[in-house]
């Protein structure tokens, strides 16, 4: 099986990441017990995820000039992503403000920054697209640049994969043209009907595994591992950029995969920390 070339055009963050027992109630002060700073964002989580579940993967996204940017491009060439459609906009970087509470549940505030600069697709990224087996997006950044991708993506034939995240309701004629959706059990039943023209849909489910329901309209789920959860940041993007790395083998397989690769990613804190390379979600496959 060829190796994908995935483009993912999304946002990437700076997450800082408080850790507590209790996440507060509106108007409550609670104490924390750890602070860290981890690098994150959706478009970037799922670029990693899915260069190191094995794809060629080439980023589209913005950071800023900030303190935080050269952390942020260290993290994508460390993980084997292209980084040639990197662009640095004057100002600040993404930054997520994220609590973890005790069970490893989180709340998460995205502050755009370079994310929100993003105003259209360069004639760069545009031929990184029609090059591409693959593209990937979320909402992270703006919906316009996302559109005008993803319209680009099917006149030459790439495969369209949306995470709708943070989720928004979209035209119609924009779900006409995903190939492939992956949404939260929540953002499910928020887009409702609006899935309905899309082929391939996926939609996880915690620990629970996944759901798949293709263009036959027959549905199967697929369970992931039990694992000791630490933190859920991020386990949806580690989730759909392995699916991407692996969707040319068929959505049976890349569930299966993605299922894995998910469930390992919460067993550590902080989005980009906790992404599996392939040999490890290799060897929980095997066990
Ligand atoms: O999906 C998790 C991600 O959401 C975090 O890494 C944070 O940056 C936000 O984009």
Redesign the pocket.
């Known amino acids: 099986m060829r190796t994908p070339l995935i483009a993912v055009l999304g ?1 990437i ?1 700076m ?1 800082l990441v408080t850790t507590t027992d209790r996440r507060p109630d509106p108007g409550e002060t609670v104490l924390g017990n750890g602070f860290t700073m981890v690098p ?3 478009g970037a ?1 799922q670029a990693i995820a899915a260069s190191r579940a094995g794809g060629h993967v080439l980023f589209l996204g913005a950071i800023g000039t900030d303190v935080f940017a050269p952390r942020l491009r260290a993290v994508l060439t460390e993980s084997g992503v292209d980084t040639t459609g990197l662009r640095t906009l004057d100002g600040p970087s993404g930054i ?1 403000s ?1 609590v973890v509470d005790g069970t490893g549940e989180n709340s ?1 505030i ?1 502050v755009g920054g370079a994310n929100a600069g993003m105003t259209d697709p360069t004639p760069a990224d545009l031929d990184a697209i029609a090059a591409a087996d693959i593209l990937l997006c979320q909402l ?1 950044v703006p919906v316009p640049t996302v559109a005008a991708a993803i319209g680009h993506a099917r006149a030459h034939d790439t495969t369209v994969m949306l995470n709708p995240s943070p989720v928004q309701r979209l035209a119609p004629d924009l779900w006409a043209q995903v190939d492939i959706a992956v949404v939260n059990h929540d953002e499910a039943a928020h887009l409702g009907d609006a899935l309905g023209p899309v082929p391939h849909l996926v939609v996880t489910l915690g620990g629970d595994g996944a759901r798949y329901r293709g263009p036959d309209r027959a549905e199967t789920t697929v369970a992931g591992p039990p694992v000791e959860v630490v933190d859920t ?2 386990a ?2 580690t989730f759909t950029g392995a699916l991407a790395a692996r969707w040319p083998e068929g959505p049976a397989e890349a569930l299966r995969f993605a299922c894995v690769a998910g469930s390992l990613a919460t067993t550590a804190l902080g ?1 980009s920390a906790s992404i599996p390379w392939r040999t490890e979600i290799d060897a929980a496959l095997s066990r």
Do not use: P
Request: aromatic share 0%.
């Open positions: 946002s963050n997450d994150g964002g959706k989580n997520a994220i998460i995205v992270e940041t991020g949806g993007d989005a």
